[in-house]
T-cell receptor
Framework: AQSVTQLGSHVSVSEGALVLLRCNYS??????LFWYVQYPNQGLQLLLK??????LVKGINGFEAEFKKSETSFHLTKPSAHMSDAAEYFC????????????FGAGTRLAVHP | DGGITQSPKYLFRKEGQNVTLSCEQN?????MYWYRQDPGQGLRLIYY???????QKGDIAEGYSVSREKKESFPLTVTSAQKNPTAFYLC????????????FGQGTRLTVV
């Protein structure tokens, strides 16, 4: 069975500081991994995805994530936070092949203060 | 523009009533999903459908029902059997060619009064 654990339900950073949101996964087979972002009262938007190609994945809005098999991690980073990055971020996992369902983590709410 | 439309955005229901949430997509996606979101719990899968006239239960299907009579539509009915229906409901769709890339609607916030 697959699962995702996001460490830290709330993260607060200063504008311009490094953003690091943590995600660890559990999967019996090589997974596909995703980060989604949700702004208040809206749906989710795909930030980036890992599908067994390059281990360092670049996404939209300057975010990137690195797949580390030895650590079963897929942490999301951004070098310099903007006020507009304040949102909730979800890590998700699925299996390769077909219409497999996404399993989501509990989410991390990112606050950015001046 | 292609996308997923959920309606209504806000919905109020009296206890004991059934209510249906609408989800329509014009992305020509085969698969559609319903998720429930509660604070601190992430998204939990209610039902999903990979093809017209077929659907499967997710992790929390009790008290919910769905239909998939058309490729574009996947309505969710919250029945009176659902004990705690107040939540934010999200509909999504995807193709088999882009695994895991789900496109989400804007959500429906259901409140039981």
């Amino acid at each position: 069975a697959q699962s995702v654990t996001q460490l830290g339900s709330h993260v607060s950073v200063s504008e311009g500081a490094l953003v690091l949101l943590r995600c660890n996964y559990s999967s019996s087979v090589p997974p596909y991994l995703f980060w989604y972002v949700q702004y208040p009262n809206q749906g989710l938007q795909l930030l980036l995805k890992y599908t067994s190609a390059a281990t360092l994945v670049k996404g939209i809005n300057g975010f990137e994530a690195e797949f580390k098999k030895s650590e079963t991690s897929f942490h999301l980073t951004k070098p310099s936070a903007h006020m507009s990055d304040a949102a909730e971020y979800f890590c998700a996992v699925t299996l390769s092949g077909g219409y497999n369902k996404l399993i989501f983590g509990a989410g991390t709410r990112l606050a950015v203060h001046p | 523009d292609g996308g997923i439309t959920q309606s209504p955005k806000y919905l109020f229901r009296k206890e004991g009533q059934n209510v249906t949430l609408s989800c329509e997509q014009n992305l020509n996606h085969d698969a559609m999903y319903w998720y429930r979101q509660d604070p601190g719990q992430g998204l939990r899968l209610i039902y999903y459908s990979q093809i017209v006239n077929d659907f499967q239960k997710g992790d929390i299907a009790e008290g919910y029902s769905v239909s998939r009579e058309k490729k574009e539509s996947f309505p969710l009915t919250v029945t009176s059997a659902q004990k705690n229906p107040t939540a934010f409901y999200l509909c999504a769709s995807s193709t088999g060619q882009r695994i895991g890339e789900a496109f989400f609607g804007q959500g429906t916030r259901l409140t039981v009064v």
